[in-house]
Structure formats: C-alpha cells, structure tokens
C-alpha cells in the first residue's frame, strides 16, 4: 500500500497562475479531505469529500476548486494563483467511520510569488 | 462542534513519561477522541483514539476521564523522535461524516 501520495512535493507560482495539486489514496476509503497548513498554525480544511462526484466545501475553500471522479483521486485546483495561497497542503483520507484514522499524504509546498 | 483545549506547549525529559492533557467540556456522548500528531515537516499521523475506555497501543496510551470531559495522551518513555505537535481532535459519529479539526495542538519538546 502506497497510502496517500501527492504530487508536486514542492513549487513555486506566479500570481495569476494556476495549478492542480494531485492526491491519490489506494486504500478504497470514501472520504477525502484536503487542508492547509500555514506556518505555526493548526490544519484548516479547505473542501472534502464524502465519495466519487461529491465535494463539499470546508472552513476556507476561496480560491480553490476540486472534483472527485474516482474514489482514488481529488484533485485541488488553484486557479488564479495569491500569495495568501502561499501554504503546506495536505490531502488525507478515511474510511467513512467516526473511529477510523485518519491518514494523510506527505504534503506539497506551495509559494505563490 | 464540540471544541478542544490544550496547552500551546510542554517539555520533557527524554526517557521520561510525558502527560499530555485535552479539555473537551462540551463532548457529546457519541464523539470519539482523537490523538494526531505531526512531526516537523511531515503530515499529521494518528496515534490513539478511544470512546470512553482507556486505550493502549504500541505508540502510546489514552486515559479517558470518568465524565469523558477530558483526556490525556500519556508516552511512556518520550525520545526525542516524539518531539511533534500533538493534536486532540473529537470526531463524532451523529450529523453525518464531520471532517476532523483540527486545533493548534500542544508542541511537545524533549530534551536530551
């Protein structure tokens, strides 16, 4: 089991630019979520998602759009690129039980210049 | 939602136990409690979580107050490889699939 992995580790935009982050998980489980982490603070969800074609938004999901086509894949879509995007974000994943962990992706350094 | 309270941080002593508290006065019945923690630049991990019992695992254990309105993460014998943000979250099982939130956590230093 790969568990969840992401892509890019690491990359810097422009202003105004766009970008997919990619996450994937292989361990069948519905639930995915992605966060944002800014330096010296806690995680904030940006948008989850409960199973394929379902999406919905989380605490700060402004400038962020996702899809969810597969139960592997959720895809986050920057699309016009600002500093205040400038963060750690980490896509996780469960299996859709209250008890159940919670596992999360190594995470992609984003600065937005 | 049913919030949680911790310290901003604690120290301890290598190969020493370390007591980690969470306030979380306002538990429902049903919410599980949740223990994460997050290296430095690594993703949070799970570490523990229980409902009402105390819980051990190979990483660490959970004691669960007798009313659920706190809890403690106790490691037995902290290493400086357990110097993380340690992150209590409660995840509940009513109102469908509640994303966890997570807080500031309690950043844990260990000394040599």
């Known amino acids: 089991n790969a568990g969840v992995t992401q892509t890019p580790k690491f990359r810097i935009l422009k202003i105004g630019q766009s970008m997919t982050l990619q996450c994937a998980q292989d361990m069948n489980h519905n639930y995915m979520y992605w966060y944002r982490q800014d330096p010296g603070m806690g995680l904030k969800l940006i948008y989850y998602?409960?199973?394929?074609?379902?999406?919905d938004k989380g605490e700060v999901p402004n400038g962020y759009n996702v899809s969810r086509s597969t139960t592997e894949d959720f895809p986050l879509r920057l699309e016009l690129a600002a500093p205040s995007q400038t963060s750690v974000y980490f896509c996780a994943s469960r299996q859709g039980l209250a008890e159940n962990e919670q596992f999360f992706g190594p995470g992609t350094r984003l600065t937005v210049l | 939602d049913a919030k949680t309270t911790q310290p901003n941080s604690m120290e301890s002593n290598e190969e020493e136990p370390v007591h980690l508290p969470c306030n979380h006065s306002?538990?429902?019945?049903?919410?599980?409690i949740h223990w994460y923690r997050q290296l430095p630049s690594q993703g949070p991990e799970y570490v523990i979580h229980g409902l009402t019992s105390n819980v051990n695992n190979r990483m660490a254990s959970l004691a669960i107050a007798e009313d659920r309105k706190s809890s403690t993460l106790i490691l037995h014998r902290a290493t400086l490889r357990d110097a993380a943000v340690y992150y209590c979250i409660l995840s509940p099982t009513t109102g469908g699939n509640t994303p966890l939130v997570f807080g500031k956590g309690t950043r844990l230093s260990v000394i040599a």
């Open positions: 998602s409960v199973g394929a074609g379902i999406t």
């Open positions: 306002t538990i429902s019945g049903t919410d599980y």
